[in-house]
């Protein structure tokens, strides 16, 4: 009884000045830092929300490979973007391009530190989308040059862009609240611009054009992956405000609204589609109805809310089946899931936007947005992998893709008990180096 009475007292004396300070104008540094903090924190547990799910849609040869280039996504993201892609894309902007000044912060005011623990999240973010559409055929190191490239440059210098006071599209109005396009879309034309360079897997389509699917090893990664996620999504977009103030709950509301609906959306339309009912479907169209909100969650009543996600469902069934069509493969689906359903919501932030919906002028200004976002990211991208693959070496070998790239790649296995020949592999990986 003394435990629970010690309990109760605790969460009071955290509610309480919670609830005592929830006005904007009045809430104190300390409230805004914990509420910041503790969203950056929501925001850190999509990356192993991304691991499982991207984990479980590869085959199990490659499971420790997805999670190691997820897990690295972290520690390399949040120190390139701290040494330079904070200041690129928060620092002073005079010409409207990028940041000049608040590279490798150190001394800085306690705001200034929260503020760059929770965008170093995003930043980690946008490289990780790329990680799942590129598996089982990456060679490692390669993959880590391009998620420099992406935290380093060409993340922060489109985000400085819009989220910057100086940006010259934040100038113009463009509406990207918590970055339906700056996160999901740079992160989708990156890995767009991956698997062209890359090529699908062995086996993946025939010569005469027919698709093969090669499906994960483990489903329910996937949906355990796909409601981390979604908790995570809580964070993102709750925590973009940046203040503890009462508009927080609207927001989250409307983004989980949207995640349902875009489960839906995408079951809908497998079924008119003559599809099966695919949990893989089901878990992207929610992401996909996520990504959707992200852009607008801030600025949409919840009945457009919930038509953003559920057609970012649809929009991300109808985006695997045209890269299907492409012969582009995406192993988790990232381009249709971040990329397409990211410009249909950045779009409808401007069409449904809240006391000036339908507004042409409005809707320009999101297309210009989404359009440069596409120009610049994926033609950066492309050079970037283009030039890794001819230097470093960007695709392994076709004998270790077979064989997997856990073993070729790390000498692990991720399931030993299962596989002893690839256990026993492993102890001859010195003989098994990639070609570069």
Not at 194 to 199: C, K, M, T
Not at 247 to 252: A, R
Request: aromatic content about 14%; charged content about 10%.
């Amino acid at each position: 009884m003394k435990f629970l009475i010690s309990s109760l007292f605790a969460v009071f004396t955290l509610i309480f000045p919670l609830a005592t300070f929830a006005d904007e104008a009045i809430a104190p540094d300390a409230v805004h830092t914990l509420w910041i903090v503790i969203a950056g924190a929501m925001v850190f547990l999509m990356q192993p929300g991304f691991a499982l799910l991207e984990s479980g849609m590869a085959r199990a040869k490659n499971a420790v490979n997805v999670m190691m280039k997820n897990y690295m996504d972290v520690c390399v993201g949040t120190l390139l973007f701290w040494a330079l892609g904070y200041g690129l894309m928060f620092g002073t902007n005079p010409s409207g391009w990028f940041g000049t000044d608040g590279f490798a912060m150190s001394g800085g005011g306690g705001m200034d530190y929260t503020v760059l623990f929770f965008q170093m999240m995003f930043a980690a973010t946008a490289a990780t989308i790329v990680s799942g559409a590129m598996a089982e055929r990456t060679n490692y190191f390669g993959y880590l040059l391009g998620v420099i490239g992406i935290t380093a440059i060409i993340y922060p210098v489109f985000g400085s862009w819009v989220w910057n006071q100086g940006g010259w599209l934040n100038q113009l109005g463009f509406i990207d609240f918590a970055g339906s396009t700056v996160v999901h879309s740079v992160g989708a034309w990156c890995a767009l611009a991956g698997i062209i360079i890359l090529g699908p897997r062995l086996g993946r389509f025939g010569a005469n054009g027919q698709s093969h699917t090669i499906p994960g090893h483990n489903l329910g990664y996937i949906g355990i992956g796909g409601f981390l996620l979604w908790f995570g999504w809580f964070g993102f977009n709750g925590g973009s405000t940046l203040l503890a103030g009462t508009d927080i709950g609207p927001i989250i509301l409307n983004t989980h609204v949207a995640g349902a609906a875009g489960a839906i959306g995408a079951v809908f339309m497998s079924s008119i589609s003559r599809q099966p009912a695919l949990m893989t479907n089901a878990v992207n169209g929610s992401i996909g109805g996520l990504v959707a909100i992200t852009a607008g969650c801030a600025s949409m009543d919840i009945p457009y809310a919930a038509l953003t996600g559920f057609i970012g469902g649809v929009v991300c069934v109808l985006g695997f089946i045209l890269l299907e069509k492409l012969r582009y493969d995406d192993v988790v689906g990232a381009v249709s899931v971040h990329g397409f359903a990211g410009v249909w919501g950045t779009l409808a932030a401007g069409i449904f936007l809240r006391d000036n919906m339908f507004n042409l002028d409005v809707i320009l200004v999101q297309l210009l947005g989404v359009s440069v976002a596409f120009l610049w990211v994926f033609f950066i991208a492309f050079f970037m992998y283009s030039l890794i693959a001819r230097t470093v070496g960007l695709r392994v070998s076709p004998q270790h893709e077979q064989r997997g790239l856990d073993i070729t790649e790390h000498g692990e296995v991720g399931y030993p008990e299962f596989n002893r020949d690839a256990a026993y592999l492993s102890e001859h990986v010195k003989d098994l180096q990639p070609l570069r």
